[in-house]
C-alpha cells in the first residue's frame, strides 16, 4: 500500500464529511428565515451513490434566537443541613439517686436520773 492510497483512503471521507457538514449548516442558516419556511420542510434528496440512511432521526424542537429566550431565574442554592441533623444525639439523663434511707429510729433518751 502506497502512501498515496493511504492519504486518500483516510482524507477523502473527511473532506466528504466536513462537505456535508458544511452543505447542512449552510441550508439551515436559510431555513431559519421565514420566506425560505415551505422549501425547508420538505425531505432531503437522497446521497447521490443511492445508499439510504435507515436511522429514524429525533425530532429537533425549534430554537430559538438568543436574543429573544427569556431570562429563568437561578436555582436556589443548595440547602445546608438541617438543624435536625447538626444536633447531638439525644441521650437521655441518668435517673436520680434514690432519697436517702430514714434515720434508724432511736428510743427516747432515758430521763434524767435524780
Known amino acids: 500500500m502506497t502512501l498515496l492510497s493511504s ?9 466528504l464529511i466536513l462537505a456535508l457538514a458544511l452543505v447542512s449548516s449552510s441550508a439551515e442558516q436559510r431555513c431559519t428565515s421565514q420566506e425560505h419556511a415551505p ?12 445508499r439510504r440512511d435507515r436511522r429514524q432521526e429525533a425530532p429537533v424542537p425549534s430554537s430559538r434566537p438568543l436574543g429573544l429566550r427569556k431570562p429563568v431565574a437561578a436555582p436556589p442554592p443548595p440547602r445546608s443541613a438541617t438543624s435536625r441533623a447538626r444536633m447531638r444525639p439525644f441521650h437521655p439523663s441518668p435517673p436520680p439517686p434514690p432519697p436517702p434511707p430514714p434515720p434508724p429510729s432511736t428510743p427516747p433518751p432515758p430521763p434524767p436520773c435524780s
Open 7 to 15: 492519504y486518500r483512503r483516510h482524507v477523502a471521507p473527511a473532506l
Open 39 to 50: 422549501a425547508c420542510r420538505a425531505s432531503p434528496a437522497p446521497p447521490p451513490d443511492g
